[in-house]
Structures are given as structure tokens and as C-alpha cells.
């Protein structure tokens, strides 16, 4: 373990190294780790993109550290490792907290924002036609503690199935499924996963999750397409299946300290530049972020509340655009009809915003 973890902190710095410019005499570059999850996941890309907004090349810069993702990004988080912010899955956190894994857990970390949703995967053979020809199979959800294996039994549970859970890395378990040695693999991740899209999955197919009463009290509801995954959904016939919220934290950090100055800092620019992430070019999970949604049972930190306060018309008209860029999307999608350009929906929605103006004067 210990190895591990020295092994770990020396790629840290040579990616801090390798990542850092020159600086001029006198300044000083702030650095802010954040933890994602597991390559196969959109989290590397966020954090991709969250980077390029937040770094001004001299004096402030994000570093993104790859982690494993469920209950040891939390501890990541807690014990610093150069770990100032993390991507966490609200289940595992709720998990987390409900198992009492780490005392007072909710008044140690608090969050900046609630992100984006990541969707439940249920990759199988073509004889597996529903979750219930996986009773008594092997069901491949990765790692014990991580952030598939804690939806996955959690799920399980409330659909009353009962599979046996494996830990394979989930590109091996893929490889298994594919000869037959296991009867599904389960993956929770933003759609479209890089997982699915980069590995071999001829002969497989996405399995619809029934939405059931006891999981949509728990989950949301949401569906994977042809779109997202072409050649494992049919192309009119989405898949059914839930998804779970997730959040970007901080952990323990103490009110003006330099930690504090530097997080403090980086908020003032992600959340006033945060429009700058719905453009093209980023990931399409930025859509679903509401900088002003919170999250009950947790603190948001203080510097993220401060800056809504302080901007709440700004906040407003963010949460207006995306209401705005949701109903189209939705009657692009009812009607069939040709696909808007971003650039029209922005066009779109400057209007609407001169025609409200205009009904309130």
C-alpha cells in the first residue's frame, strides 16, 4: 500500500512538472488537484475541460489526477494527497455517509456544484433479454467499494434480483462476457462512456431497467439510444434505465488559509465563465449542470454559496438558458424535424431574452 501511494505521488508531481510553464520572477502558480474518476469514465474529460477554463497559462492552474473512483475518492479528499476538489457519485457519497465510513462526513467535505447525471449501463448476450435472466449469473460491477459496484447492489436490491457480483476490471470482465463466462457486465458512467465506445462489443447489447415504483423513487429515470451507442440499442428503440447524480467537493479546508484563497479564486472564474463550457468543443454533460440546484442533507462551500448570492440574476439567467435550450431539444426531438445548429439556439434564445425584456419594461 505504502508503495503505492509513493509511486502515486511521484506521478503527481511529474505531471505537475511536465503540465507547469515558466513563471516570471515574483509569481507564484497555484496549484489545484482534483481527482476524477477512473479513465473509463467522462470524469477525465470534465476535468479536461474545467481546466482549460480555469488555467491562465502563469498563475493558476488545475491538475487533474486520475483516482479510483467511489468510497476512495472520499478518502482522497479527506486525507489531502494534493487532492483539493473531487468528482463524487451522490449515491456513494449518501453510502458513504449512511455506513458511517468516515465520522461527520457531512460537515467535512461540502460541495461546489452539482454536475451532471451518469447513466446505469447493463451490458449482455443476446439471450439475456431482461435483468431477470441475470438471477444466480455473474454480474461484472468492478471494484468492491467503488462507484458501480455501490449502484449496482443498491439497484439490484430494489429490483428484489439477486446476481453475483464480480470485480473484474470491467475491460477483462467485457472480454469474459463475450466468450460466455459471465452473464452481464454492469457499468455506471456519463453517456456516451468511452468504455463502450472503445471496446470490442460485437454480438452484445445494452438491457433496459425496469422503472419500477421503488427505483424511480430513488433514481432518474433516462434512456440510452442509437445515438449514444451504435450498435448496441436498436435505432427506434431506446433503452430504459436510471441515472444518479454527481457532484464536484472539496474536502476539509480551513477559512483563509491559502487553500482556501486558491478554491475561493478558481470558483470566482468557473462559475462566471461557466457559459464558456456549453459551447462546442466541451463535453455535452455540461448541459446538465445547474450552478444554483442543491444538494439537501449537504453544505455547499462557502465560497461557491458567496459567489450565487452575490450574482443571483447571473445564476437566474444561466438556469433560464438551459430551461430554454431543454424545450427545444425536446420538440427537435417529438418533431422529428432537422436538427439546430448551437449557434441558432443561442440566436434563439438572445431573442427570447429581447422579447422578455421588453414584456417586462
Known sequence: MA??????????VLCVIAVTPAVRAGETTDLIGVETGGSAGITVRLA?????????GTTRRIVPMVGQGGVQNIADLLEGRGVDMAFLQMDVVDYARSKKLF?????????????????????????????????????????AAGDTAITAAKLFTLLKMSPILGNDEQ????DKLRRGEIGAVAFVGGKPSPLLRLADTTGLHLVPVPLAQDVVAVYVPSKLTATDYPGLVP??????TVAVATGLFVGPVTAGSDQYRK??????????????????????????????TQMPGWQRF??????????SQVAAGQDLRMIFLRFLDEREKAAGGQTMSPQQKDALFDQFRRWQSGQSN
Open 48 to 56: 479536461e475541460d474545467l481546466a482549460s477554463l480555469i488555467d491562465d
Open 103 to 143: 465520522p461527520d462526513l457531512e460537515t467535512r467535505i461540502g460541495y461546489i456544484a452539482k454536475l451532471n447525471y451518469v447513466e446505469f449501463h447493463l451490458l449482455a448476450r443476446p439471450e439475456v433479454v431482461s435483468v431477470a435472466d441475470l438471477t444466480g449469473q455473474v454480474v461484472n460491477v468492478g471494484p
Open 263 to 292: 478554491l475561493a479564486n478558481m470558483i470566482d472564474t468557473f462559475f462566471t465563465q461557466f457559459q464558456t463550457l456549453l459551447a462546442p468543443g466541451h463535453h455535452a454533460k455540461w448541459a446538465e449542470v445547474n450552478l444554483s
Open 171 to 174: 475491460g477483462v470482465a467485457i
Open 3 to 12: 508503495g503505492s501511494l509513493i509511486v502515486r505521488a511521484i506521478l503527481v
Open 235 to 240: 435505432r427506434d428503440s431506446p433503452v430504459e
Open 302 to 311: 462557502a465560497p461557491a454559496d458567496e459567489w450565487l448570492k452575490r450574482n
